[in-house]
């Protein structure tokens, strides 16, 4: 009670403003007490509006009043401190912030330290206390402090989630298992965890190898540019040596030869450099997301591995070590071997015709990308699982099956108004951004069976009925209309035709980096339909816009 007491004495000295005890305590007219410097300072803000508030009425003074000395609060802070309140929290650490707070400390909260799995609160050490001494206690999960832990109840049946349905792809509860997801396939949180993080360790394995061939590369590269140097030094070394023989007749070419060597040389040195650069910007970025990977296999709250696990185990795609490809250390010897000859029968031919000394074109033979997919197996190498941001939809359109199906019903939903939404065209587009190499297939059907399988920028307008809002009638997105007749690709309003087997399945293929975008008709083959080859400035998402009573649906290839 003692200690309650000296809390609560501690909290009635205090400044509203930078919450410890008063310093040199002023009152203002409504009688609220601050530090002096706290005050004075809150209304330096003020000065340009020529209207001082208090901070905790928000009562106005005008003008500014002058603050006088409370003489009184002054000698019972003082005497507080005597008596040891100003030690008597020194141990006690308030939350902040940025702090997760004690779910149980009233008044002024301190910072939590655990959080329980099980209790679904967060706890100061005081109050955790419990937790260790308690027997019952003792087998909950703790874990460190979570802001989060609501998110491990079931919104439905308020339990908590314990249980993973692999068929859906999310947590559940008991009740959940015995109701919307019956006859599911279902393991418990733990277990898939347990297996996610081994599919976590396989990726980590393979991005420490990948960074182990990648500087071996950039070590190959570096070897390059010191072969290159050497090489160049030599041949304009031993230019100079000839054509000192030659000198009346030779200087217009002699410093023309040599602005060559040194003009291809800087070219070949650039060109493996940024090789080079690619390579080592690679690396950092394997090495940070095998960072990211290693905090999440050590995260202890199974849901928020599970939740954070797809956005983070997708890997870029590699530069493969097998397609570094470095040409004989020969790069400008032509050069010499042609001065020479030059040399010996330069007196004769150069007073009758102009004698060309062209150099030797070398390059770093590097391919970056590999070959673009041919059979429908290669794609699904590239196959990344697609989901509808309802955020966007159109209020027509009817979203289902995880958010992977949509569906035009004609009439508008109750959806709640958001600035991502399109407001005319009944258009939606996908939550995941798409870069790197990315194929995903859609399936339509019914009513008119016709639907628009598009790309688009994150920018692209969103309300009224303006064509910049509009799949394909913009230069920010990319459409292919499928309709009973066949096919028609859309850009910046312009129509292309496209002629190909009429399938409710679409394929699309998404090189971001090389900037291809290509459209494929899915039947027993795989049936080119289009490609655009452009250069995409942002990353990209997926876009669907169905007519009355038809669905689209990105399907499952995994």
Same mark, same amino acid.
Request: proline share 4%.
């Given at each position: 009670?003692?200690?309650?007491?000296?809390?609560?004495?501690?909290?009635?000295?205090?400044?509203?403003?930078?919450?410890?005890?008063?310093?040199?305590?002023?009152?203002?007219?409504?009688?609220?007490?601050?530090?002096?410097?706290?005050?004075?300072?809150?209304?330096?803000?003020?000065?340009?509006?020529?209207?001082?508030?208090?901070?905790?009425?928000?009562?106005?003074?005008?003008?500014?009043?002058?603050?006088?000395?409370?003489?009184?609060?002054?000698?019972?802070? @003082?005497?507080?401190?005597?008596?040891?309140?100003?030690?008597?929290?020194?141990?006690?650490?308030?939350?902040?912030?940025?702090?997760?707070?004690?779910?149980?400390?009233?008044?002024?909260?301190?910072?939590?330290?655990?959080?329980?799995?099980?209790?679904?609160?967060?706890?100061?050490?005081?109050?955790?206390?419990?937790?260790?001494?308690?027997?019952?206690?003792?087998?909950?999960?703790?874990?460190?402090?979570?802001?989060?832990?609501?998110?491990? %109840?079931?919104?439905?049946?308020?339990?908590?989630?314990?249980?993973?349905?692999?068929?859906?792809?999310?947590?559940?509860?008991?009740?959940?298992?015995?109701?919307?997801?019956?006859?599911?396939?279902?393991?418990?949180?733990?277990?898939?965890?347990?297996?996610?993080?081994?599919?976590?360790?396989?990726?980590?394995?393979? %991005?420490?190898?990948?960074?182990?061939?990648?500087?071996?590369?950039?070590?190959?590269?570096?070897?390059?540019?010191?072969?290159?140097?050497? &090489?160049?030094?030599?041949?304009? @070394?031993?230019?100079?040596?000839?054509?000192?023989?030659?000198?009346?007749?030779? @200087?217009?070419?002699?410093?023309?030869?040599?602005?060559?060597?040194? $003009?291809?040389?800087?070219?070949?040195?650039?060109?493996? /450099?940024?090789?080079?650069?690619?390579?080592?910007?690679?690396?950092? @970025?394997?090495?940070?997301?095998?960072?990211?990977?290693?905090?999440?296999?050590?995260?202890?709250?199974?849901?928020?591995?599970?939740?954070?696990?797809?956005?983070?185990?997708? =890997?870029?795609?590699?530069?493969?070590?097998?397609?570094? /490809?470095?040409?004989?250390?020969?790069?400008?010897?032509?050069?010499?071997?042609?001065?020479?000859?030059?040399?010996?029968?330069?007196?004769?031919?150069?007073?009758?015709?102009?004698?060309?000394? &062209?150099?030797?074109?070398?390059?770093?033979?590097? =391919?970056?990308?590999?070959?673009?997919?041919?059979?429908?197996?290669?794609?699904?190498?590239?196959?990344?699982?697609?989901?509808?941001?309802?955020?966007?939809?159109?209020?027509?359109?009817?979203?289902?099956?995880?958010?992977?199906?949509?569906?035009?019903?004609?009439?508008?939903?109750?959806?709640?108004?958001?600035?991502?939404?399109?407001?005319?065209?009944?258009?939606?587009?996908?939550?995941?951004?798409?870069?790197?190499?990315?194929?995903?297939?859609?399936?339509?059907?019914?009513?008119?069976?016709?639907?628009?399988?598009?790309?688009?920028?994150?920018? %692209?307008?969103?309300?009224?009925?303006?064509?910049?809002?509009?799949?394909?009638?913009?230069?920010?997105?990319?459409?292919?209309?499928?309709?009973?007749?066949?096919?028609?690709?859309?850009?910046?309003?312009?129509?292309?035709?496209?002629?190909?087997?009429? $399938?409710?399945?679409?394929?699309?293929?998404?090189?971001?980096?090389?900037?291809?975008? $290509?459209?494929?008709?899915?039947?027993?083959?795989?049936?080119?339909?289009?490609?655009?080859?452009?250069?995409?400035?942002?990353?990209?998402?997926?876009?669907?816009?169905?007519?009355?009573?038809?669905?689209?649906?990105?399907?499952?290839?995994?």
């Amino acid at each position: 009670m003692a200690q309650k007491a000296v809390e609560l004495d501690r909290e009635t000295f205090s400044c509203s403003i930078c919450l410890d005890l008063l310093k040199d305590p002023v009152t203002t007219p409504c009688g609220h007490s601050y530090c002096k410097n706290c005050i004075k300072d809150h209304w330096d803000t003020e000065d340009e509006k020529r209207i001082y508030s208090c901070p905790q009425c928000r009562k106005s003074f005008t003008p500014r009043p002058e603050l006088l000395k409370n003489t009184m609060l002054a000698a019972l802070v @003082e005497q507080l401190k005597k008596t040891g309140l100003q030690a008597a929290p020194a141990d006690l650490c308030y939350a902040g912030p940025e702090d997760v707070a004690c779910d149980v400390c009233t008044g002024r909260k301190l910072r939590a330290v655990k959080s329980c799995l099980v209790c679904l609160v967060s706890y100061c050490e005081k109050h955790l206390q419990p937790h260790f001494d308690v027997a019952q206690f003792k087998k909950h999960k703790l874990v460190e402090p979570s802001e989060k832990l609501q998110e491990n %109840i079931c919104s439905r049946h308020d339990e908590v989630l314990k249980i993973y349905c692999r068929t859906d792809q999310q947590c559940i509860c008991i009740l959940c298992s015995m109701d919307e997801h019956k006859g599911h396939d279902t393991v418990s949180a733990a277990a898939e965890r347990t297996e996610r993080q081994r599919e976590l360790e396989g990726s980590r394995h393979n %991005i420490q190898q990948r960074i182990q061939d990648r500087e071996e590369d950039v070590k190959l590269l570096q070897q390059e540019v010191e072969a290159i140097n050497h &090489s160049a030094d030599e041949a304009v @070394e031993h230019s100079e040596k000839i054509f000192t023989q030659l000198i009346r007749l030779m @200087e217009k070419r002699r410093s023309d030869v040599k602005q060559q060597v040194k $003009s291809q040389q800087e070219t070949e040195v650039s060109r493996v /450099k940024e090789l080079q650069e690619k390579l080592e910007q690679e690396i950092t @970025e394997l090495k940070r997301k095998d960072a990211e990977l290693k905090k999440l296999s050590h995260t202890e709250d199974h849901n928020q591995f599970l939740h954070n696990y797809p956005s983070l185990s997708a =890997l870029s795609e590699s530069t493969h070590s097998s397609s570094i /490809k470095i040409r004989p250390l020969k790069y400008f010897e032509d050069v010499t071997a042609a001065v020479s000859e030059l040399r010996d029968i330069l007196q004769d031919v150069l007073r009758e015709t102009g004698t060309n000394i &062209s150099l030797t074109e070398t390059q770093v033979d590097v =391919l970056l990308s590999e070959p673009e997919p041919k059979t429908r197996a290669d794609f699904l190498r590239y196959s990344c699982e697609i989901t509808l941001d309802p955020n966007t939809a159109h209020p027509w359109l009817l979203l289902s099956e995880g958010n992977r199906k949509v569906t035009n019903i004609n009439q508008p939903r109750s959806y709640s108004s958001h600035p991502d939404r399109f407001t005319y065209w009944v258009q939606v587009l996908s939550r995941e951004s798409l870069t790197g190499r990315c194929y995903w297939e859609v399936e339509w059907r019914g009513g008119r069976a016709e639907a628009y399988v598009a790309v688009a920028y994150k920018n %692209i307008s969103r309300a009224g009925r303006s064509e910049e809002c509009e799949f394909g009638f913009n230069d920010k997105s990319w459409m292919l209309d499928c309709h009973t007749d066949g096919y028609d690709f859309y850009y910046k309003s312009v129509c292309t035709p496209v002629s190909g087997p009429r $399938s409710s399945r679409v394929g699309v293929y998404l090189d971001h980096s090389a900037g291809i975008l $290509s459209f494929y008709s899915v039947t027993d083959t795989m049936t080119l339909l289009h490609r655009v080859q452009t250069t995409f400035t942002q990353p990209l998402y997926a876009g669907l816009n169905v007519f009355d009573g038809v669905s689209a649906e990105f399907c499952r290839l995994r």
